[in-house]
């Protein structure tokens, strides 16, 4: 296991509350929740809420994840019609809101998270 000094963990904690930042930022910019990003970005909003507020560093690819999320939300929030599952899912607030099927990314098997 890696002993980290003081000081790097100090950097670790800065760098990873102003991800979080940055993220949370760009995704209220673009008027989405922290739901409708999750679920575009294939991962949980307790996962986008940890992050925003510094609580979780991290990878490189959870931060690419989350912005193709922001983008992928932002997309269907402006491109779908009322009619198209992915903008009910992502009208609802909770998971429980969205019937099964359709709790899937397109493309997305089933069982896939």
Do not use: F, W
């Not at 673009?30 to 986008?48: C, D, E, N, P, R």
């Not at 931060?63 to 997309?75: E, N, P, S």
């Amino acid at each position: 296991m890696t002993k980290y000094t003081p000081e790097q963990l100090m950097m670790q904690s800065l760098l990873s509350r102003n991800i979080g930042k940055m993220l949370e930022e760009l995704r209220k910019q673009y008027g989405l929740t922290q739901y409708q990003v999750a679920l575009a970005a294939g991962t949980h909003q307790t996962k986008i809420g940890l992050t925003e507020r510094g609580e979780h560093m991290p990878t490189i690819a959870t931060i690419i994840q989350t912005i193709m999320g922001i983008g992928v939300a932002r997309a269907r929030r402006e491109i779908c019609n009322d009619e198209c599952p992915c903008k009910r899912a992502l009208q609802n607030h909770t998971a429980e809101e969205i019937p099964d099927g359709e709790r899937r990314l397109p493309g997305q098997v089933e069982g896939s998270s």
